[in-house]
């Protein structure tokens, strides 16, 4: 089955408290999107493709020795409007695209290698990677179907009962959908919603709708799905980094 990636690499990054595009920040002197990059090609994909967007020339450059698609968002209206701007490059792609973002550079290959695995032994339209949390605050929940891969239902945060954020297992923005189901979703999905933003989160609400089945991969190392969107968090990622290259020395 072929492999497509997409990544996510188009956001400013407000809180990193500087205009270069927030994955061009360096972690152990390199940008982040390198890390995040060389994980994807790891996977052999036949497409990879780059979603870029503030100050986009400047990703573009720093990432052009890539063999990488690199396509603009602009304007930016939300994370299922960024991946829209990748069905062009892969219209005649048929078979799985991986979702990364390019601030989360501690993903694995062999985590993503497992989460595809689950996807296609189970025949899911979509899988979500997922991790539990000490404090899930902020997060979208996921609800499973006791004991099994099998979700019932991906819940924000702000909307979650009380019982819902009792649920330590939260959403970490990395996935992987059917091709051909991804992009018939985002041509129904709509910015009925505060933000006035397409959600990629609302094509799991398609699938749910249509009784399609969506999986969950819980990795065991949460660390792995940290992002980063203040200086604060980078400084966590860089050290996570050096202790990765700690362990392998």
Same mark, same amino acid.
């Given at each position: 089955?072929?492999?497509?990636?997409?990544?996510?690499?188009?956001?400013?990054?407000?809180?990193?408290?500087?205009?270069?595009?927030?994955?061009?920040?360096? @972690?152990?002197?390199?940008?982040?999107? +390198?890390?995040?990059?060389?994980? @994807? %090609?790891?996977?052999?994909?036949?497409?990879? $493709? %780059?979603?870029?967007?503030? #100050?986009?020339? #400047?990703?573009?450059?720093?990432?052009?020795?890539?063999? $990488?698609? =690199?396509?603009?968002?602009?304007?930016? %209206?939300?994370?299922?409007?960024?991946?829209?701007?990748?069905?062009?490059?892969?219209?005649?792609?048929?078979?799985?695209?991986?979702?990364?973002?390019?601030?989360?550079?501690?993903?694995?290959?062999?985590?993503?290698?497992?989460?595809?695995?689950?996807?296609?032994?189970?025949?899911? $339209?979509?899988?979500?990677?997922?991790?539990?949390?000490?404090?899930?605050?902020?997060?979208?929940?996921?609800?499973? +179907?006791?004991?099994? +891969?099998?979700?019932?239902?991906?819940?924000?945060?702000?909307?979650?009962?009380?019982?819902?954020?009792?649920?330590?297992?939260?959403?970490?923005?990395?996935?992987?959908?059917?091709?051909?189901?991804?992009?018939? =979703?985002?041509?129904?999905?709509?910015?009925?919603?505060?933000?006035? +933003?397409?959600?990629?989160?609302?094509?799991?609400?398609?699938?749910? *709708?249509?009784?399609?089945?969506?999986?969950?991969?819980?990795?065991?190392?949460?660390?792995?799905?940290?992002?980063?969107?203040?200086?604060?968090?980078?400084?966590?990622?860089?050290?996570?980094? *050096?202790?990765?290259?700690?362990?392998?020395?």
């Amino acid at each position: 089955m072929a492999l497509a990636v997409i990544i996510m690499a188009a956001g400013k990054g407000t809180r990193m408290k500087s205009d270069l595009p927030k994955v061009l920040h360096s @972690a152990n002197g390199r940008p982040l999107i +390198e890390y995040v990059i060389d994980t @994807a %090609l790891s996977l052999e994909p036949s497409q990879t $493709v %780059l979603i870029i967007g503030h #100050l986009a020339e #400047l990703v573009r450059n720093a990432t052009s020795r890539y063999p $990488v698609a =690199a396509v603009v968002q602009e304007p930016q %209206l939300g994370t299922g409007h960024a991946v829209m701007q990748a069905e062009n490059t892969l219209h005649d792609f048929n078979g799985d695209i991986l979702i990364l973002s390019g601030d989360a550079p501690l993903v694995r290959k062999d985590t993503l290698e497992k989460l595809i695995s689950l996807h296609r032994a189970d025949h899911a $339209v979509a899988t979500v990677l997922t991790a539990d949390l000490e404090n899930p605050a902020g997060y979208g929940r996921i609800i499973r +179907e006791n004991g099994t +891969e099998h979700v019932l239902k991906i819940i924000e945060h702000k909307d979650a009962s009380e019982e819902e954020r009792m649920v330590k297992e939260i959403n970490s923005g990395v996935y992987v959908f059917d091709a051909r189901m991804l992009f018939r =979703a985002l041509g129904q999905i709509t910015t009925d919603n505060a933000q006035k +933003e397409y959600y990629l989160t609302d094509v799991f609400g398609i699938c749910f *709708r249509n009784g399609q089945k969506v999986c969950a991969f819980k990795t065991d190392n949460p660390a792995e799905i940290l992002g980063i969107n203040t200086p604060e968090q980078l400084q966590e990622v860089e050290q996570e980094l *050096r202790s990765r290259e700690g362990r392998i020395a």
